[in-house]
T-cell receptor, first 111, second 113 residues
Framework: DAGVIQSPRHEVTEMGQEVTLRCKPI?????LFWYRQTMMRGLELLIYFNNNVPIDDSGMPEDRFSAKMPNASFSTLKIQPSEPRDSAVYFC?????????FGPGTRLTVL | SQQGEEDPQALSIQEGENATMNCSYK?????LQWYRQNSGRGLVHLIL?????REKHSGRLRVTLDTSKKSSSLLITASRAADTASYFCATAARSNYGQNFVFGPGTRLSVLP
């Protein structure tokens, strides 16, 4: 198994642009989590899905952030419009056997 | 809100020494897990301890859990330079929304050769 796959690995964009981050969970895992990591705030849970349904999105910072999971093998996190304070590493993780398996992350820089 | 809080925030030791990291949490949990993150990488699961367990071992790792004090510790024995990483505790608790995982700020461990 290739593990959790995220793309892109790095993204540099300008303030105001739309950013879309992608995640492919491990096959057979039915829960998917999006986290954001910064030096100041550590790892923050943004949203998680069970069986493709958003369960808790209370961590999504504001309406500029949205996440979808159209099927069991794909999820997106979109930021529109992006702002410099959104710069962070965004991790996707899927859950199997009660454990989280993390992707390599997307390092987002908003100029 | 932050559930787990690790201390110390940073720890520097010599190769061969033991490293102890602590984690405190606030609410009831089903289990507590420790993860490791190498620089520039995603987190990797190390060990899980259930709320009805007090101690667990895995290789050079030893985890304890004290639910009365809402705390856990991770001990790495005979540390190696390759153990240099950040270590996070995560609490797993069921809510009306399902099972959630909340991570602490982590401990940065440096093992000097």
């Amino acid at each position: 198994d290739a593990g959790v796959i995220q793309s892109p690995r790095h993204e540099v964009t300008e303030m105001g642009q739309e950013v879309t981050l992608r995640c492919k969970p491990i096959s057979g895992h039915n829960s998917l989590f999006w986290y954001r990591q910064t030096m100041m705030r550590g790892l923050e849970l943004l949203i998680y899905f069970n069986n493709n349904v958003p369960i808790d999105d209370s961590g999504m910072p504001e309406d500029r952030f949205s996440a979808k999971m159209p099927n069991a093998s794909f999820s997106t996190l979109k930021i529109q419009p992006s702002e410099p304070r959104d710069s962070a590493v965004y991790f996707c993780a899927s859950r199997g056997q009660g454990l989280l398996f993390f992707g390599p992350g997307t390092r987002l820089t908003v100029l | 809100s932050q559930q787990g809080e690790e201390d110390p925030q940073a720890l520097s030791i010599q190769e061969g020494e033991n490293a102890t990291m602590n984690c405190s949490y606030k609410t009831s949990i089903n289990n507590l897990q420790w993860y490791r993150q190498n620089s520039g990488r995603g987190l990797v699961h190390l060990i899980l301890i259930r709320s009805n367990e007090r101690e667990k071992h895995s290789g050079r790792l030893r985890v304890t859990l004290d639910t009365s004090k809402k705390s856990s510790s991770l001990l790495i024995t005979a540390s190696r330079a390759a153990d240099t990483a950040s270590y996070f505790c995560a609490t797993a608790a069921r809510s009306n929304y399902g099972q959630n995982f909340v991570f602490g700020p982590g401990t940065r461990l440096s093992v000097l050769p």
